[in-house]
C-alpha cells in the first residue's frame, strides 16, 4: 500500500455498534518501521481500531515493544496488568529466545510477535485476542470504576499539605482491599514529596510536559517511581527556580490517565492556586483544603474557600481538615469553624516528635508510628474512603463522621 494513500483510521470509543464489538489497540512502538507495519494491520483487522491519542482510558489491547533493558519492560507489563485489568498485552521484540519469552508470559504478556511483523502471525494472534475477550464478556466479567481523585489544597504554606497527602496514601495502600493507589505531585512551587518518602525519582511530570502527545499507558508506567509498599510516585519535576510550567491540558490528560488505572490518585496541589492547580482539583472527587487553628492561617484559609466556592467549586466538594488539633482547642475550633463557614471534616492530632521523626527518616507516619494517635487516625481516615472495606469494630465509633462520601457532617456552619 502506497505511504502517501494510506492514512490510519481512529475512533476513540470501545464499540463500533451494537452488535460487534470493536476493540482499541494502543502501540507503544520506538521503531517507526514496526510501528507502520503494526498500525496497517490494525485498520485492515475487521473488529479492531486505533485507540485515539486524546483518549485517556486504558485501551484494549497494548502492543508493548521489547526495551533494550528487558527487566524494565517487564516490570512495565506488571504493573499494567495490575491496573489496567481490561487491557491484554502483546509484546514484540528483534530477537525471540526461550529466556525472554519465558519471563514475557510470567510477566502477563499474552501474546509475543517476532519482528519483522508478519501479517499472518499478527492476525493469528488478533484472533485469538477475540475469542478470549468474548469469553470475558460472557462471563460477565465486572468493569473497573475510574478511580477517586483526593486533591490536598494548603490553607497557607507550612500547615502539612505534603505530609497529609502522603500520609493519606500510605495508608490507603494498607486496607484490606489492597487498592492500587497512585501520589502526585502537582505542587510547582517548591514540591519536595520525594523527600517524604526518601526515594530519588529519575522521572518526573517534566517528562510528560516536554511532549504530552508521547503518552500512553506503557510510557506513564515508566515514568512514575515504585516505593517498597508498592505505592506509585509521579514527582513534579518543579519548584520556584524551574524554567517551565505545567500545562492545564497536560496536567488533565494525565490525571485522567492514572484515574482509569489506579483505584485512588491523591495529589499533593500546594498552597498556590494557579490555573493548572485549578484544572487538577477541578478533576478530584474531593478537594481536602488544609489548615491548623492559628490566626495567619486561618485568615488565609478563610480567602482560599470563598475563592473556591466563587471559582465554581460545589460545597459537597470541598472538605476542611485541621491539622496539628490539640483536644483543649474544641472552642477556639467551633468559633474558626463559624469564621470560616466550614465544619472541619478530619481533626489530625497534634504530635510534633511522630511527626518530625516521620519526615525526617522518609518513611509514612502508618510505618514509623503505626500505635500513636496520629498514625491511627490516618488508618481511620484511609478506611473512610473504602467502599468496600470493613473497618475493625473496635474502632467504629470513630469511624462515622469521617467518611467522606457517606457522612452528612460536611455542610458549611451556618
Not at 61 to 82: A, G, Q, Y
Not at 83 to 112: C, H, P, Q, V, Y
Not at 157 to 162: E, F, L
Request: proline fraction near 5%.
Amino acid at each position: 500500500m502506497a505511504e502517501s494513500s494510506w492514512k490510519p483510521k481512529r475512533a476513540s470509543a470501545g464499540t463500533a455498534d451494537s452488535t460487534k464489538s470493536t476493540f482499541n489497540v494502543e502501540l507503544s512502538i520506538q521503531s517507526a518501521e514496526i510501528k507502520k507495519a503494526l498500525e496497517e494491520i490494525v485498520v485492515e483487522k475487521d473488529g479492531f481500531q486505533l485507540k485515539d491519542n486524546k483518549e485517556t482510558t486504558p485501551p484494549s489491547l497494548l502492543i508493548l515493544e521489547l526495551d533494550e533493558n528487558p527487566e524494565e519492560t517487564f516490570s512495565v507489563i506488571r504493573d499494567l496488568v495490575k491496573a489496567a485489568r481490561g487491557t491484554e498485552i502483546f509484546l514484540t521484540a528483534a530477537e525471540l529466545d526461550s529466556a525472554i519469552l519465558l519471563e514475557a508470559m510470567r510477566s502477563g504478556a499474552k501474546e509475543f510477535l517476532a519482528q519483522p511483523i508478519q501479517k499472518q502471525e499478527v492476525e493469528d494472534a488478533f484472533s485469538r485476542f477475540q475469542e478470549r475477550a468474548t469469553a470475558t464478556v460472557a462471563n460477565d466479567a465486572p468493569i473497573k470504576k475510574d478511580g477517586k481523585v483526593l486533591a490536598f489544597f494548603g490553607g497557607k504554606g507550612g500547615v502539612g499539605t505534603t505530609s497529609m497527602a502522603v500520609n493519606t496514601a500510605a495508608a490507603l495502600m494498607k486496607l484490606p482491599s489492597e487498592p492500587r493507589v497512585v501520589l502526585v505531585d502537582v505542587n510547582q512551587h517548591g514540591g519536595d514529596l520525594p523527600l517524604y518518602l526518601d526515594i530519588q525519582p529519575t522521572h518526573s511530570f517534566r517528562d510528560i510536559a516536554a511532549d504530552p502527545s508521547r503518552v500512553d499507558q506503557a510510557f506513564l508506567f515508566r515514568i512514575l517511581t515504585k516505593c517498597e509498599s508498592g505505592l506509585q510516585i509521579l514527582a513534579s519535576g518543579y519548584d520556584d527556580l524551574s524554567t517551565g510550567r505545567l500545562s492545564p491540558d497536560c496536567v488533565e490528560s494525565t490525571l485522567r490517565m492514572l484515574q482509569s488505572n489506579f483505584d485512588y490518585v491523591v495529589l499533593d496541589c500546594g498552597h498556590v492556586l494557579d490555573l493548572t492547580t485549578k484544572k487538577a482539583m477541578e478533576l478530584a472527587s474531593l478537594i481536602l483544603v488544609t489548615s491548623t487553628l492559628m490566626v495567619p492561617v486561618v485568615h488565609r484559609t478563610k480567602r482560599i474557600l470563598e475563592l473556591l466556592r466563587g471559582s465554581g467549586f460545589p460545597q459537597s466538594k470541598l472538605r476542611l481538615i485541621m491539622n496539628r488539633y490539640l483536644s483543649g482547642e474544641k472552642d477556639v475550633l467551633v468559633e474558626t469553624e463559624e469564621i470560616l463557614k466550614q465544619k472541619a471534616h478530619w481533626l489530625v492530632p497534634n504530635d510534633y516528635p511522630s511527626v518530625s521523626h516521620s519526615v525526617n527518616s522518609g518513611k509514612p507516619l502508618i510505618d514509623t508510628a503505626p500505635k500513636t494517635a496520629v498514625g491511627k487516625s490516618y488508618m481511620d481516615f484511609a478506611y473512610s474512603f473504602d467502599d468496600q472495606a470493613s473497618k475493625p469494630q473496635a474502632k467504629a465509633s470513630t469511624f462515622g463522621w469521617l467518611s467522606p462520601f457517606k457522612s452528612k457532617q460536611t455542610q458549611p456552619a451556618t
